[in-house]
Nanobody
Framework: QVQLVESGGGLVQPGGSLRLSCAASGSIFNTMAWYRQAPGKQRELVAGITRGGSTNYADSVKGRFSISRDNAKNTVYLQMSSLRPEDTAVYYC?????????WGQGIQVTVSS
């Protein structure tokens, strides 16, 4: 059974940094990604990474966020820097595997002074 477990969220001041982790189990995962959903808004892609390491980012986070993964640990990371209040959202891990896409439970990131 596929399971994704996120960690690392919390409250941070504007300009600060956070690192999210998502540990996946139960399959071999191809593309892994982070999405986010702010109150009253649709869920949006933040960043994705293929098994081979190719990455893509939303324009709003380019240059501030960095996605990486450890295939041996089936873990994907999101290093977030220069955080802004508009980055406040619930962040979700997503992983693609043969059974289909899987989602984590979501983790809150709040950027506020």
């Amino acid at each position: 059974q596929v399971q994704l477990v996120e960690s690392g969220g919390g409250l941070v001041q504007p300009g600060g940094s956070l690192r999210l982790s998502c540990a996946a189990s139960g399959s071999i995962f191809n593309t892994m990604a982070w999405y986010r959903q702010a109150p009253g808004k649709q869920r949006e892609l933040v960043a994705g990474i293929t098994r081979g390491g190719s990455t893509n980012y939303a324009d709003s986070v380019k240059g501030r966020f960095s996605i990486s993964r450890d295939n041996a640990k089936n873990t994907v990371y999101l290093q977030m820097s220069s955080l802004r209040p508009e980055d406040t959202a619930v962040y979700y891990c997503n992983a693609q595997s043969l059974p289909g896409p899987s989602w984590g439970q979501g983790i809150q990131v709040t950027v506020s002074s």
